[in-house]
């Protein structure tokens, strides 16, 4: 119901794909940041970056930041260079805001 009523309130005419890249990257960085802090994650690659980020010391956003390079290099092959940079923009905006705020001993939201 609530998404029936969004179409109404909002409207996307024109977003400058600059824009898109960057707020939706910290948008889901900071989704990402909540959810590692409550020790949950969406699966996949999270899991592997949480994962030697509590065994080796490897930070989280940076782990996943070389995983989602090596896809974008990947889709260098499939896509125009000015989409594979957005892309890297929004990766480089999820990724940064995750590794400067997860870290060993900061806030983790269970008891």
């Known amino acids: 119901m609530f998404s029936e009523l969004t179409q109404g309130w909002v409207q ?8 898109a890249a960057l707020m939706g990257g910290a948008l889901m960085g900071i989704g990402m940041l909540m959810l590692f802090r409550h020790r949950t994650s969406l699966g996949g690659i999270n899991i592997l970056a949480l994962y030697l980020q509590d065994k080796h010391g490897l930070r989280a956003g940076y782990v996943q930041l070389a995983i989602d390079g090596v896809i974008l290099l990947i889709a260098l092959t499939q896509l125009p260079l000015d989409r594979v940079g ?12 995750i590794a400067l705020n997860h870290k060993p001993g900061r806030y983790i939201g269970v008891s």
Request: hydrophobic share 55%.
């Open 12 to 19: 996307f005419a024109s977003v400058p794909s600059i824009y």
């Open 86 to 97: 957005y892309s890297v923009l929004g990766a480089l905006t999820l990724n940064l805001i």
